[in-house]
């Protein structure tokens, strides 16, 4: 999960660039944050290749922003470039389409992502009153405000409910997208406990 404070006009520098590894047919990390207008690195780890396919989200639209073919063992750069009131930011290969990776953009280097027990820290964050978001692709996203004062510390928590999750049904699949299109099934979605991404 992405957790990113907005709004903050000053602070610290802010030197990110995201960066996505592909080894053993796995895009990862799984969640980033991202940088509208900025380079978006992919290291290829694999000796075979993938067609990396950045796309842009909002609602219910999809817009292709870039295809960066990667032969084995290769590393390359392309620019996000998010469209106008758009936020959220996916990458999946054109060749194995079950590869995916999720990212939101963010404006200041004060962002954290979650690690496996859903905590978090944002260090060094400049005294104010800010809006602070948390941002899953299953989940609805939610925001919260904090105050910060003078060399002060802030505690923020964000509850889920997993009665809201909404897991797309190719995450569902364990094998080929086709194989639900031509049985008479219908997928399960996981437990709560199977929903944990590295």
């Not at 960066?19 to 895009?27: G, S």
């Not at 405000?145 to 997993?162: H, M, T, V």
């Not at 999750?165 to 031509?182: E, V």
Request: glycine share 8%; proline share 10%.
């Amino acid at each position: 999960m992405v957790v990113a404070v907005v709004g903050v006009k000053r602070g610290k520098p802010f030197n990110y660039t995201p960066e996505i590894t592909i080894e053993n047919c796995r895009m990862s990390p799984w969640v980033s944050p991202v940088r509208n207008g900025h380079p978006f690195r992919m290291v290829n780890k694999d000796p075979i290749a993938h067609d990396v396919q950045g796309y842009t989200l909002k609602d219910e639209y999809t817009f292709a922003m870039f295809n960066k073919p990667l032969t084995p063992e290769m590393t390359a750069s392309k620019t996000v470039r998010l469209r106008n009131g758009h936020y959220l930011f996916r990458t999946q290969c054109g060749v194995h389409d079950f590869m995916q990776s999720w990212g939101m953009a963010v404006g200041n280097p004060y962002f954290a992502v979650t690690g496996p027990d859903g905590r978090f820290t944002i260090p060094d964050l400049p005294p104010g009153e800010y809006d602070v978001l948390a941002w899953h692709p299953h989940v609805k996203v939610q925001a919260g405000q904090i105050k910060i004062g003078p060399n002060g510390k802030a505690e923020l928590n964000f509850a889920f409910d997993s009665e809201e999750i909404d897991i797309p049904l190719h995450d569902l699949q364990t094998q080929f997208r086709l194989d639900t299109a031509l049985q008479p099934r219908h997928l399960v979605p996981p437990s709560v406990e199977l929903q944990q991404y590295n």
